[in-house]
């Protein structure tokens, strides 16, 4: 596990990103360009080297709570730059992502984020809305359906 001056000197070296110190030494890290109201990409980062990235819009696997975040205790140096970057990548995203979902029956439907929605279309006929990416993939995979590479 890395220590708490590891981490902090890797999230310090995204130059996007300030640091904010909160309460009982905890440290969050905004990234101001950000396209979405979300701002905060690394939150309460404390000196015994728990803390949490924003990956809510990542399109990785990552376990996130309820407000998007993922622990990042026992990440890896090289982890920790990736979910980073990601987290930053995810925020800064204006371009239309389309994504196309199959099932086993050869049904598809296109996954496209519009406006900070994730709507999910059959054909010109909206099937549903999602907030973020990973609630539209995990309704997606519920009802038998896989991303095309």
Same mark, same amino acid.
């Given at each position: ?5 590891? $981490? ?5 070296s995204f130059?996007?990103?300030?640091? !904010?110190? +909160? ?5 969050? /890290? !905004? ?6 109201d $979300?701002?905060? +990409? +690394?939150?309460?980062? !404390?000196?015994?080297?728990?803390g /949490?990235?924003? %990956? ?8 996130? &709570? ?8 026992? /990440? #890896?140096?090289?982890?920790?730059r990736? +979910? ?11 371009e ?6 199959i099932?086993?029956?050869?049904q #598809? ?14 054909? &010109?006929?909206?099937?549903?809305t999602? %907030?973020?990416? $990973? %609630?539209?993939?995990?309704?997606? !995979?519920?009802?038998? /359906?896989k991303?095309?590479?």
């Amino acid at each position: 596990m890395l220590t708490f001056e590891e $981490k902090l000197a890797i999230i310090e070296s995204f130059p996007e990103l300030q640091r !904010h110190d +909160v309460s009982l030494g905890r440290i969050n /890290f !905004h990234f101001e360009e950000s396209v979405m109201d $979300k701002k905060i +990409v +690394v939150y309460r980062l !404390h000196p015994n080297g728990n803390g /949490f990235v924003y %990956a809510e819009q990542i399109n990785d696997n990552y376990p996130i &709570d309820s407000k998007g975040m993922v622990n990042i205790r026992d /990440f #890896t140096e090289k982890e920790l730059r990736k +979910v980073i970057k990601q987290s930053i990548d995810s925020l800064s995203e204006s371009e239309l992502i389309e994504e196309t979902w199959i099932n086993s029956e050869n049904q #598809t439907l296109m996954l496209t984020n519009d406006y900070n929605a994730w709507n999910i279309y059959a054909g &010109d006929d909206l099937d549903g809305t999602h %907030a973020t990416y $990973k %609630a539209a993939a995990d309704y997606l !995979h519920q009802e038998g /359906f896989k991303r095309l590479e």
